[in-house]
Nanobody
Framework: QVELVESGGGLVQAGGSLRLSCAAS????????MGWYRQAPGKQRELVASIASGGSTNYADSVKGRFTISRDNAKNTVFLQMNGLKPEDTAVYYC???????????WGQGTQVTVSS
C-alpha cells in the first residue's frame, strides 16, 4: 500500500505562485506514474499534469506554460510548481499515483488552492 500526502496549498493572489508537494510512502515510488488532478466546486475532477516513471510529462492545455511538474525519486516526492495563477485555478488539488506493474491507483487527500482576483 502506498500513502500519498500533499502539502503546499493555500491562498494566493492572481499572478502569484505556489508549489505543491506530494510525498509517497513505501519503496515503489520509481514504479509510479504520478499526476496532479484538481476538482473545483460543481465540476468534475480533471488532470492538470502528469509525469511518467521515466520522466516524460504531460499538461492540460489550460496550464501549459504556467505549471511545471517534476519528481525526485530519491525523496519519493512529486512537485507541481504553479506560476501565473488565475482565479480559475481555484480547486482542491489531488496527487495520484499509478503503479506501472499492477495498475493499482493511489490518491492523496487533497490540498486546497484558492486564487483571489
Amino acid at each position: 500500500q502506498v500513502e500519498l500526502v500533499e502539502s503546499g496549498g493555500g491562498l494566493v493572489q492572481a499572478g502569484g505562485s505556489l508549489r505543491l508537494s506530494c510525498a509517497a510512502s513505501g519503496s515503489i515510488f520509481r514504479l509510479l506514474n504520478m499526476g496532479w488532478y484538481r476538482q473545483a466546486p460543481g465540476k468534475q475532477r480533471e488532470l492538470v499534469a502528469s509525469i511518467a516513471s521515466g520522466g516524460s510529462t504531460n499538461y492540460a492545455d489550460s496550464v501549459k506554460g504556467r505549471f511545471t511538474i517534476s519528481r525526485d525519486n530519491a525523496k519519493n516526492t512529486v512537485f507541481l510548481q504553479m506560476n501565473g495563477l488565475k482565479p480559475e485555478d481555484t480547486a482542491v488539488y489531488y496527487c495520484n499515483g499509478d503503479n506501472i506493474l499492477n495498475k493499482l491507483k493511489y490518491w492523496g487527500q487533497g490540498t486546497q488552492v484558492t486564487v483571489s482576483s
